[in-house]
Nanobody, 126 residues
Framework: DVQLQASGGGLVQAGGSLTLTCVVS????????VGWFRRAPGKEREGVSC????????YYENPVKGRFTISSDNARNTVYLRMNSLKPEDTAVYYC???????????????????WGQGTLVTVSS
């Protein structure tokens, strides 16, 4: 079974940084993509960033472009989301998701993800 374990959330002041971690297990091959998503209070879940694990191709949605960096460590089956210059509007529960795909992860992002980890809360104070 595919399983994802997200961690790394916390409370940080505006302008600060956090790194989220998503440990992935259960995929037989590395033709899969991992995405980060978030749900802010009172809002729908939105896509944040994704990466193709096989070749490390990243993609970022506009609100986080230039501030967040997604990366993967295939030896550790782990995907990271480094979040810099955090803003109060980044406050949300963050989730990692995965799907089997050899296409660029932005092809249909944020749709199609059907494996999910539990959320991790990020709170950015002003």
């Amino acid at each position: 079974d595919v399983q994802l374990q997200a961690s790394g959330g916390g409370l940080v002041q505006a302008g600060g940084s956090l790194t989220l971690t998503c440990v992935v297990s259960g995929f037989t091959f590395d033709d899969y993509a991992v995405g980060w998503f978030r749900r802010a209070p009172g809002k729908e879940r939105e896509g944040v960033s994704c990466i193709n694990v096989s070749d490390g191709r990243p993609y970022y949605e506009n609100p986080v472009k230039g501030r967040f960096t997604i990366s993967s460590d295939n030896a550790r089956n782990t995907v990271y989301l480094r979040m810099n210059s955090l803003k109060p509007e980044d406050t949300a529960v963050y989730y990692c998701g995965a799907l089997e795909s050899s296409l660029p992860c932005y092809s249909d992002f944020p749709f199609g993800y059907h494996y999910w980890g539990q959320g991790t809360l990020v709170t950015v104070s002003s």
